[in-house]
């Protein structure tokens, strides 16, 4: 186990000693970086300065490492993202059991609420306290951006972080974190490649989004793609808010525009839904990839007609009820935690670390072996078909040339009456979204 800086004369103190053996011509001391090619090369590839590392990151991993997550325990959106955590630690507990890798990963779990001032205070405290050497799977654009900047000054890789925000990937600035989860660029980009397919000569659009990091991202997506259709009210929702935004509703419906996008938190979803519907709104609807498909349940037959893009198999109906890793993953989580709620949000808690698991793989094999460089150069360069992922869609990175890990999706339509998904086109923008 790595020890992480604690105060700031610590800190000056270790990053004193290293640059003396680094600049020293035997160089030899435990804290030195390795100054291998193998190593070099790969730093230099992702822009990291081993010098300014305030510990050894090619230091190969002992038979335990402690890997820290923050998760939504408390606070508003507990309920919708709370069975995320749990089926996390199954599916950790899973792959220690099977990775025949000799070296156990183990998860410790603690509350973000949802809110990056309590991402940040909790992160410290697992690197400080709990002296994780990792960091995974935490939710959230703006908890990303909260974590990235100490995780980078201590150069504990962030592999993933679950953001599909774009302010929250810029791994150019901050080569310790990795994102993964379908980006609201990609979402954007499809729900207006569907709009102008279906309005030939431009739609007008009203946006209703969160008041967010991550909903200003998709704003900015929104706009960047709308090609010949035009943005012509925008209205904002706080990620705390409970009630129905029927403000804001009527505020978009009176524009006349022929299209809505909703861009709400997971928890406002069905609200949404159901108060376009309460308004008598017929207009094209478009929903957020963020919404469970339990969300559309509920809101019953409000949710007829809303598209939404999907990218992972849906334990809940559908296809994909049956397939072997699927049934499999649902019959661990319930054994495991037998009150948590099976949802497609509580499967990504399952999905989320599969980028972690095959990096870790990848790692072992490679010169670099199972340390934090070598976790962060196999985690930065995958390209494999997660199980839980739909056909056609997969995780590729490519270093700082291709830094989107999900290109591709699928744009649905919800049908209340058989409360089926229905699949339409596969968009597939590989290659595209970066930049």
Not at 13 to 29: E, H, K, M, Y
Not at 106 to 134: H, I, R, W, Y
Not at 148 to 162: A, T
Not at 311 to 325: I, Q, S
């Amino acid at each position: 186990m790595f020890t992480h800086r604690k105060h700031l004369a610590g800190a000056v103190l270790a990053l004193g000693l290293l640059v003396t053996a680094c600049s020293s011509p035997g160089g030899d001391s435990a804290g030195a970086a390795d100054t291998s090619s193998e190593s070099n090369a790969a730093a230099k590839a992702l822009g990291i300065d081993l010098a300014a590392c305030p510990t050894d990151v090619t230091k190969a991993f002992g038979t335990t490492v402690k890997v820290g997550n923050t998760i939504p325990q408390t606070g508003p959106v507990a309920p919708a993202l709370g069975g995320i955590g749990p089926a996390m630690k199954e599916a950790f507990r899973q792959f220690n059991e099977t990775s025949g890798l000799g070296t156990t990963f183990e998860l410790v779990q603690g509350d973000d609420a949802f809110t990056p001032d309590k991402a940040l205070t909790t992160t410290q405290t697992l690197l400080d306290k709990d002296g994780v050497d990792l960091i995974t799977g935490v939710v959230g654009t703006a908890q990303v951006a909260a974590i990235r900047g100490v995780l980078g000054g201590e150069c504990v890789p962030l592999m993933p972080g679950i953001s599909g925000g774009t302010s929250a990937n810029n791994p150019a600035e901050y080569p310790w974190t990795s994102v993964f989860t379908q980006p609201s660029a990609l979402d954007a980009r499809i729900m207006m490649a569907s709009i102008n397919e279906n309005h030939p000569d431009g739609a007008n659009v009203a946006v209703l989004y969160s008041n967010n990091e991550s909903g200003k991202d998709y704003l900015s997506a929104l706009e960047k793609y709308a090609g010949k259709s035009k943005i012509v009210k925008t209205e904002t929702i706080e990620a705390t808010e409970t009630g129905s935004p029927s403000s804001q509703i009527t505020t978009l419906r009176s524009t006349g525009a022929t299209v809505v996008i909703a861009v709400p938190t997971a928890a406002q979803c069905a609200s949404t839904m159901q108060e376009v519907s309460n308004q008598g709104w017929n207009a094209d609807r478009y929903m957020s990839s963020v919404c469970a498909s339990l969300t559309f349940d509920v809101a019953g037959a409000a949710a007829n007609g809303w598209h939404i893009t999907t990218y992972a198999k849906d334990p809940t109906r559908g296809e994909f009820v049956n397939d072997p890793v699927v049934v499999t993953a649902i019959d661990s989580i319930k054994k495991a935690s037998p009150s948590t709620p099976i949802t497609t949000t509580t499967m990504t808690g399952f999905l989320y670390p599969q980028p972690f698991f095959e990096a870790a793989k990848v790692a072992a094999k490679s010169p670099l072996g199972l340390s934090r460089l070598g976790m962060m150069d196999a985690v930065t360069h995958l390209d494999f078909q997660p199980a839980l992922l739909k056909p056609g869609v997969k995780f590729k990175l490519d270093g700082l040339k291709d830094q989107v890990a999900i290109e591709a999706s699928y744009l649905s339509v919800y049908n209340s009456d058989t409360k089926l998904f229905e699949d339409g086109k596969l968009y597939d923008f590989e290659g595209q979204m970066t930049g």
